[in-house]
Each structure stands twice: as C-alpha cells, then as structure tokens.
C-alpha cells in the first residue's frame, strides 16, 4: 500500500491547483492556467489509480477490509466525540477515487479546447480544482462530519461553476437554486447526524455503524426504545441523512435544481452534474448502508420508492424537453433513481446484497458514458453555438468523432448487450426482480423510454433534417477535446466486462457475477423497442413527433412543463416565504418593536417637555408644599 | 507579560494622536499604535499558551493588582484566561482594519482616530478586568465614543441612531450596575470577580440579580427584543464605526452574560436558562427573516448580526460545555466577520455611493478583489466549512443537541433552519451586487480596492481562515474557560 501522505496528495494536489491558480492565475500563470491545472490533475489520478490497484490487489481471502490510513483530529466536541480528517480505504471509496480523478482528468483536457477563448481560464481551472478536491475528500471522509464538511464544499464548487456566467441573469438564478435547493436538503442532513451521533456517541463511521448495527449494543437499544412521531430515533437520523443524500442526488421531490444546474459551462456538467457530485448521495445512502439495511430497513424500502419514481419521473419529463442539456440532465436524475432504487432492494450480505452491487457498478459504468454524453453535447454546441435540438440535425457528417462515440454512449444508457450499461442495469433489474417487483416493474417501463429518449436525442443531433451552417465554419473540435472522447467511449464499452461484484459488495465478501440469458430478453427487447419508435419518429423529419405530443394532449404538456413542479416550490418560496414570514417578520420589527421603543423614548420625552413648562411659581410652590407637608 | 501594556499602548496611541501635526501623522501614529498593539495580543497568546503547556492550571495567567479604594475595595484587578486572550486579539485585528478602511477621512481626523482608540482602549480594559467596578468603568467608555463617531461621522438619521444607541446601551448599563451593586452587598463587599466566584449566593437573589445583569448586557449583544438600536445604529455609523460596533462592542456583551452574568450567578442562569433558549431562537431566525427583506446593505448585514449573535447566547443558555464553547467562538467568528463584512460595505459605498441592493449589479467586473472578499465573507456567514462561522455555528449545535428533551430540541432545530434562510438573504445579495448584469458603468469605472483596504481586508480574511481551516486552537483555547463555567453550574 502506498503510505498515508502519498494517498494523501490524491485530494491535496487539486486543491494546491486551486490555491496556486485563484492566487497568482490571472497575472501570472494566465494561458498556462490549464496547462498547470491538468498536470496536477493527472498527477493526482496516477497516484489514486495507483492506490486502488495497490488496494484490490490486497485481500484477504477475496474479502476487502476497511484500513484508515491516516486521521488527525480537527475539531474536538467533547471526549470521544471529534470531527477528524481522515482517510478511508474500502472498496467503495476506491472506486470513487478513480471514477472522480478520471473523469475530471478527462474534463480538464477537454476543457483546454473548450475553454480556451474564456476570459476567466484561470478562474475556471481553479474552481476545477476546488470541486475536485472536495469530492474526493468527500469520498475518502472516514467521519460523518467530515463527509458534511466536503458536501457543502461541492455545493460550493457547483455553485461557483453553475455561476461561472456571472453576468448571465439566468445562470445566477440557476446556480443560487441549485444552492438552496441543496442547502435545504443539508439542513436534514445536519439534523440527521445531530440524532446518529446523539444515538451512538460518536461520528467516525465505523464505530458508528458498529453500534447502530450490533444487536447487543446498548446505545442502539435505548435508541430503538425512545420513539417520536411513531419512529424509533434511528429511523429519523436515518430517514434526515438521506434527505441530504437525495437534495445532492437530485431525487424527486428536490431534483429541481439539476437541470436549470445546465447552465454551467458543458464540461462542468459532465463532472459535477452527471458523474461525480450527483451521485454523492448515493454513496453516502452506501457508505451508511449497514445502518440503513440491518436497523431500519423499512427506510431502505423508502429508499427504494424514491428512487424508483424519480427515476420514471425523469424519463417521462426527458422525453419532451428539446434543450439537448435538459434531456441528459433528466437522464441523469433517472439513472441515479436506479442506482438509488438498487440499495433499496438491496439486503445486506450474500446474494441479498446483489443490489448495492449493482448500484455501485451502474456508478461506475453510468460515469463513463454520462460523461460521455455530455462532453459530446458540448462539442456539438461548441460546433453550433446552441442548445435546442431544432438548430441541430445532419451533424454526423461534419462530427464524425462526436457521432459515433455519442452512439456508443447512447447504446451503453439503452442497455444494449455487450456495452456496460447493459451489464450494471441487468443487475439492476435482477436484484430489484427478487426483491420487489413493483419496482421492477417500473424499472423496466424506464428503461425502455430511457432507450426511447436517448435515440431521440441521437437522431435529432445527428440525423433528422440535413445541417446548414450559418456564420463562419470550423473543424469539429481541437484533438483536446476528441480526446477524453475516444477514451471515454473506450470506458463506457468495455466498462461492464469488469467483474464488479468480486470487488465491491455490500458487506466485503466477494459476490459471484450474475448473468441470466433468459432473464435478459425483455428488458432487451424493451429497449430495442424504444430505439426502433425513436428510428421511425425522427430520423427523418416528419410531422410524427407533433401528431404524437398533440394526441398526447394534457400528459405531454405536464411533462413537457416539467409537471408543475418548479411552480409549486415558487408558490412556496415566494408566496409564503416571503409575503408570509419574511415581510410580517420585518414589518415587525420596524413597526412593533422598534415602535416600542421610539414610544418609550417619545414618551419620556413627552413628559419632561410637561414638566419643564410648569411655571416656576408653580415649582416654588411644589416646593412649598412638599415643606409644608413636613 | 504586564496587561497594563494591553491598556497602555492605545492610551499612549491616544494621547500621542491628539499631539500630531497634520493627518498624515495622525493617520501614521494610529496605524502604528495599533500594528503595536496586534503585535502584543500575538505575543500574550503564544505566551499564554506557552504558560498553559508549561502546566499552569491557574484560572487567570498574568494577574495583576492595583488598589485603587480601599473602601469600597476597587482595585484594579487584571488577568486573562483562554476567552479575554481571544477577545484581545479579536480585538486587535478589527482595530488595525479600521484604522485603515478609514485612512480617507478628510473631516476631524485626529478626532475620529482618537475616539476610536479609545473606543478599543474600552474593549482592551474590559476583557483583562477582574473587578466588576473597574469592567463596568471600561465598558462605558467604549460606549461614549460610539455617540460622537455615528453622530459627527455618521450618515443617514445619524442623530436619531445615535441618540437611540446611546440610550438603550446605557438603559443596559444601568441595569448592569444596578446588577453590580446587589451583587456587592449581598456577597461580602466585593467587587473582585475570583472572590466572588467563591461565594455561593441564595437562590432567590441569584434569582433577582440574574435578570439584571443578562438583560443589561444583553442589550449589548442584541438579545430580542432589546436588538433595535444595531440596525439604525450600524446604518448610520461610519465604516470602522460599525466594524467596531458589530466586531467588538456587541461581544461586550456576549463576554458580560457568561463572565459575569453566568458564571457568578449559576443558579440563576439555570433558572432562567428556557428564557433565554426561547428569545435567541427567535432572534435567530426572526433576524434571519427580517434581513430576507432588507434592501440597504448594512441593514442586510446588521439583521444578519443579531440572527447571529443569537447563536452566542443560544450556546450561553443551553448550559453544556460544547455549547458554551460554541458560544464563545461564534463571538470571536462573528466578531471578525461581521467587522469585515462591514469593511467590504465600506469599500463598496464608496465606490458607488450607494448601499441599495437594487442599484449595484455585476461589480465583479470591476472591484474583483473587492466582490472576492464579499463573496468569502458572505460564505462564512452562511456556514461554510473552511471558514469560521461554520466551525462555531456546529459547536453550538453539537452542545445544544446534548439536551435530550423535546424543548431544547425544538430550539435546536429552529437555530438550524436559519442555515437555509441565511443562505437565501446572502446569495441574494451577492447575486444582485457582484453578479448579474452590470447596472451603473460609473460604478465599474470606479476600479478596484487601494492598498489599506486590501490590507484590511486580508489581516480580516486571515482571521477567518485561521479559525475554519484548523479550529482547534481556538477550540483549546476556549475549552478550560467553558469547562470553569460548566463546574460552576454543575456545583462542582
């Protein structure tokens, strides 16, 4: 193994990144910024790459241990109870460090094209760096408030990278959403591990989990004894952390921040908002999973719903959006609802554990070919300056790169055979099969419009109506940014033949690989079904599309309104928010207790101004008085 | 280390400025003066530390003692223990920042130095007493000069604000004293805080005295509802005035309520300790609310103040170590956050000669350092780990949380929901002012911040660093000072 402050430079390096480019990039380093920035970066992956090798290459008898590499006490509460920084070495967390320095490897060599013309380069690359040395503390956290501490940094980093556009009204307004939005779900994360480390005396976690799941333990029984509203108080910790796991997971209901998040630069999207930060909830609902599926597993079953109807949810609504952005950002709120809904039926060790499995290789293999995605999208709306599939079409004639590696990405999401997707979601659906039909059954249903929605956007990039070019003419994109294409695609087609489950299972045990021919046709079948309806409505132009959506009627609307949802919380922010609680609280203020005051001061006032008037005879004879009363 | 040099060097600052020729000098002296002064307060915390690892248990490092009366005993009594020591350097740092976000006044120069040095000498007197004679004398003559500097250098109802600020801050002090008073008949004559820790005091009196003494310096540290003096006071101050007034004067009374208030009088804290839950958790989010609202922004940034201090005395009530200590970093973390967020105003008005949010838009294109400082400091008020309000605002949760009952809980997490109304009002704010389309050129035209603001804002921003990114100084610092107050209250 390498020893603690190598593995440590995996996320120090980004971060020296940001220091070195925020301070000195835009007088010094200026078009070296990326140059810089990317040396970093890959220095950083080939020590993380590295590492997980090293890793995976130690068992111990097929079986993977959780080592803490190094830990140093940052804030101290009380005895026992600290948050600590830590390393944290277990199969999940290995994944994650090279999903996360490989996919933002990938963005800042794509990034050196794409940005290149940006005026605020060196601004770009540092945000870069901040954001990717935050998700991998985040994933390396060995303390649930270090994991706290590293989510609100993300936050940061996307808020930063949405806004990067400052002067872009609408990019402002996505990015302080996307905050709040976040922020919101934070605060029940923040309860929920005020109630976790009430319960176990401790936020590191391992003894966390240790004494949240072992039945003799006692801090667990008086846990399990003490109830509100019905709920043992592990349950609500549980039920507040994952709220924050589904805020940064974009889940239905508080998904509503991800595709306006669209308005960040592409590659930004590719990184933060499809294959790395989004999926932080994810993992955390994975790195807490003993808690969730030994002591509260009726929240596991929850779990499982959110995921499942954020997941049709999103399919539906991804259908009829035509920003090329939108889509694959509901593609992704969608893939992520399976990889949620795969810990939900998921139990905890041996073939009952073949869910979280499955989540954490649709993890892997939805990375690659969302990232994929959407570094091909940005080349397209690099090349014609628009996101609205109408202003595209005919493109793969002048995109050949573009063209095909985008297919493989569309075929990977589809669950063609052979590609990775195809491996991850098959897993998906068996374990969700035995566990709880109904949800395989919906499961199903999306995949099959995920393979409907997909081929659209395909045809319409790249076939549909023939491509006129207005304005100057360029080449497809620069060899930095075909390149993280072509690997990409590489990743995202032989991805799944990597036999996941001996790595990563839920309780450390190897899990042999799961592939029934027979249990394959439908979903196949399914999906060879969405392509061939998208293959008839829109390779070609045709009047298909509009006399579907009109005979649709109401539902497509809905959807194509995004349900409605994006109102109801402007209702509630705006109407009750502020005209019910923010302006009565300072009318208030201004008014009743501030008035009080004044009052008090008018009055004193009011008073001595009478006494002063009295005549002086009149003291005198006050005065007299008071003497003769004596 | 003497602590008379804590008060000697701004009284010689003082003096020294009143006897300069020309601004130049006087700006030059009160720089020094001051520099000299964050020199020391560096010094007396490595030396305190050094003390503490050397294994010096005594509750108070350095004391010293002067008589001044002997009947009635008032002497004057110093030493520091691990919460002055901090309020000093907080102290200090927003000092040597005023000073300079001020170096363009043009009107009574020597004036506007000399009172606010005197208003530092104040706070430097107050943290390092023992005697609660001496403390109150310290605490009134950092209050005078914040009459004269809103009302001479002031802007806006400069006369009303000044008058109103004066007035409540003094109601408040006339409860203190009155507070004092008792306090010195009822337990033996003395006026000394170490013997009168000593003496346990009935519970009726502590019953009586406590109001007193919490709501006289709660005026101070804005306990609602006595709070409405910080937004008119602050609007209307000038920049170092209300640094000093946010950053300084109102952990006065944050520091009052544990040190004299809590610690001498336990039983009366225990008494009315729901009391005080119950009105910090509505300044909490009742501020939060009411700065959703604001469009100027001081009254953006004073709204936000009380909403935070609220967690100051939120710790203070909910009476267990990790949230005391909590309290009383969230007095030092405010206290240089809200003096640079005002110095960030400062330099902002001054460039558009506006505050309303409503007409800035896109000033990051002109004052980036400016709008970059604005952007951290706004983080930092928002509860950004890597920044100091975020490693305060946890400590108290992590304390309050240690209640078990339902009516702490509640409180608990009403404190909590103002971690999302913050973030609304703060990125509002920097939504409106640093992003966003550019609304006024002249305010873009009028370029970037001068070498004594950036100096301000970095010996600020330095402060606020220091305490997010490794806490735990602070935190050892705070502890032993949490822990004599928890004995206290446990009875030990």
């Known amino acids: 193994m390498p020893n603690a402050l190598t593995i440590a430079l995996i996320p120090l390096l980004p971060l020296a990144g940001f220091v070195l480019l925020g301070l000195f990039g835009k007088r010094y380093t200026g078009k070296y910024s990326g140059i810089i920035g990317t040396a970093l970066l890959l220095a950083s992956t080939l020590i993380a790459v590295y590492t997980a090798y090293e890793y995976f290459s130690h068992s111990q008898g097929g079986k993977y241990s959780n080592i803490i590499a190094a830990k140093y006490t940052w804030l101290q509460f009380a005895p026992g109870v600290s948050i600590d920084m830590g390393l944290y070495l277990d199969p999940i967390s290995m994944m994650m460090i090279v999903v996360v320095t490989l996919v933002s490897l990938m963005v800042h060599i794509y990034s050196l094209g794409y940005m290149k013309d940006e005026e605020r380069f060196s601004t770009y690359y540092a945000y870069l760096g901040l954001f990717t040395f935050s998700m991998l503390g985040l994933v390396l956290s060995s303390n649930i408030f270090q994991i706290y501490i590293f989510w609100e940094l993300v936050g940061v980093s996307s808020f930063l990278l949405i806004g990067f556009y400052y002067d872009k009204p609408s990019a402002v307004a996505a990015s302080k959403k996307a905050f709040i939005v976040t922020r919101f779900a934070d605060l029940g994360f923040l309860i929920g591990i005020l109630v976790l480390s009430y319960a176990s005396g401790t936020l590191d976690f391992n003894t966390m989990i240790s004494t949240l799941t072992s039945p003799e333990s006692s801090q667990l029984k008086t846990a399990a004894a003490s109830s509100f509203l019905g709920m043992s108080v592990i349950t609500w910790g549980g039920l507040l952390v994952f709220m924050g796991g589904a805020g940064k997971s974009a889940m239905f209901p508080l998904h509503i921040w991800l595709p306006d998040a669209m308005e960040g630069p592409t590659p930004v999207s590719a990184l933060i908002h499809a294959a790395t930060m989004v999926v932080a909830g994810v993992y955390l609902v994975a790195r807490l999973f003993p808690i969730f599926a030994i002591t509260t597993p009726i929240l596991l079953e929850l779990i499982g719903w959110v995921g499942a109807v954020s997941a049709v949810i999103a399919a539906i609504i991804a259908c009829t959006q035509t920003d090329i952005k939108r889509v694959l950002a509901y593609s992704t709120m969608s893939q992520i609802g399976f990889m949620m809904f795969a810990l939900g039926v998921s139990g905890y060790g041996g073939e009952a554990g073949l869910g979280y499995t499955a989540s954490m290789f649709h993890l892997f293999t939805h990375a690659m070919f969302k990232a994929l995605l959407f570094l091909g999208a940005g080349a397209v709306i690099h090349y014609v300056h628009s996101n609205e599939m109408k202003d595209m079409g005919g493109l793969r004639k002048a995109m050949p790169v573009t063209h095909i590696t985008f297919l493989i990405a569309c075929l990977a999401i589809a669950g063609v055979p052979m590609l990775s997707g195809f491996f991850s979601k098959e897993e998906i659906l068996l374990a969700a099969y035995h566990h709880n039909p109904a949800i395989y059954w919906i499961a199903l249903l999306t995949s099959g419009l995920t393979a409907f929605y997909m081929f659209r956007l395909y045809f319409n990039i790249f076939w549909n109506k023939p491509y006129h070019a207005h304005g100057e003419h360029h080449g497809e994109a620069p060899a930095s940014m075909k390149f993280p294409l072509i690997l990409l695609a590489v990743g995202a087609a032989l991805a799944g033949y990597i036999p996941f489950g001996k790595y990563v299972s839920s309780n450390g045990e190897p899990l042999a690989s799961h592939f029934e021919l027979s249990f394959s046709i439908l979903p196949v079948s399914l999906g060879i079904a969405g392509i061939a309806i998208a293959w008839i409505m829109y390779r070609k132009q045709s009047g298909l599309p509009e006399k579907v959506s009109s005979g649709l009627g109401g539902l497509y609307k809905a959807a194509y309104r995004k349900f409605y949802i994006d109102e109801i919380y402007l209702f509630i922010t705006k109407k009750v928010l502020f005209n019910l609680v923010g302006r009565p609280a300072a009318w208030f203020d201004r008014n009743v207790v501030d008035g009080l005051v004044n009052f008090t001061g008018n009055t004193t006032q009011m008073v001595s101004e009478r006494i002063k008037n009295c005549s002086r005879a009149k003291y005198s004879s006050m005065l007299c008085t008071s003497c003769w009363l004596r | ?492």
């Open chain 2, 1 to 492: 280390m003497n602590l008379l040099l804590l008060i000697a060097t701004p009284l010689l600052t003082a003096l020294a400025v009143l006897f300069c020729r020309n601004q130049e000098q006087v700006k030059w002296t009160a720089l020094v003066g001051a520099l000299a002064q964050l020199v020391l307060s560096v010094v007396l915390l490595l030396l305190y530390n050094q003390e503490r690892a050397a294994g010096n248990t005594m509750q108070m490092l350095f004391e010293e003692s002067y008589a001044l009366f002997n009947n009635p005993p008032i002497n004057f009594h110093f030493g520091v223990d691990g919460l002055s020591v901090a309020m000093i350097l907080l102290t200090s740092f927003v000092l040597v920042a005023g000073i300079l976000v001020s170096w363009n006044i043009e009107k009574m120069t020597k004036e506007f130095y000399f009172l606010l040095i005197l208003l530092a000498l104040g706070a430097y007197g107050f943290f390092i007493s023992l005697d609660l004679f001496i403390l109150f004398f310290f605490l009134e003559v950092s209050v005078i000069p914040k009459y004269l500097l809103i009302g001479i250098w002031g802007s806006g109802r400069k006369e009303y604000s000044a008058n109103k600020l004066a007035l409540m801050l003094m109601g408040g002090s006339a409860l203190i004293l009155v507070g004092i008073l008792l306090l010195y008949f009822n337990a033996g004559h003395s006026f000394d805080i170490t013997e009168l820790s000593q003496v346990t005091l009935g519970n009726r009196l502590q019953h009586i005295i406590f109001p007193l003494l919490f709501l006289g310096f709660g005026v101070f540290t804005a306990l609602f509802p006595l709070h409405t003096w910080v937004p008119d006071g602050h609007s209307s101050a000038p920049t170092a005035g209300s640094m000093f007034l946010a950053g300084i004067s109102m952990k006065l009374g944050g520091y009052g309520c544990l040190r004299v208030a809590t610690y001498l009088l336990p039983e009366g804290a225990k008494q009315y300790a729901d009391i005080i839950i119950v009105l910090s958790a509505i300044a909490i989010l009742y501020g939060a609310f009411a700065t959703m609202m604001q469009k100027d922004l001081k009254y953006i940034n004073a709204y936000s103040s009380v909403s935070h201090v609220g967690f100051s005395l939120l710790g203070i009530g909910m009476l267990t170590q990790t949230a005391i200590n909590g309290a009383m970093m969230q007095m030092v973390s405010h206290g240089v956050m809200t003096a640079l967020f005002f110095a960030v105003i400062g330099m902002i008005y001054d460039r558009t000669h506006t505050r309303q949010v409503n007409e800035m838009g896109g000033l990051m294109k002109g004052m980036p350092f400016a709008m970059t400082v604005f952007f951290i400091v706004g983080l930092c008020s928002l509860g950004l780990p890597g920044l100091s309000g975020f490693v305060a605002e946890m400590t108290v949760f992590m304390g309050s949380w240690q209640n078990a009952d339902t009516f702490h809980r509640v409180a608990t997490i009403a404190a909590c929901m103002s971690i999302v109304v913050t973030a609304v009002y703060i990125l509002r704010a920097i939504g409106k002012v640093a992003m966003g389309p550019v609304v006024n050129q002249d305010h873009i035209a009028a370029g970037d911040v001068k070498w004594n603001e950036k100096f301000a804002a970095i010996i600020l921003l330095a402060g606020i660093l220091a305490i997010g990114i490794a806490p735990q100084w602070l935190n050892k610092l705070l502890s032993p000072t949490a822990e004599i107050i928890m004995n206290r209250i446990n009875g030990h």
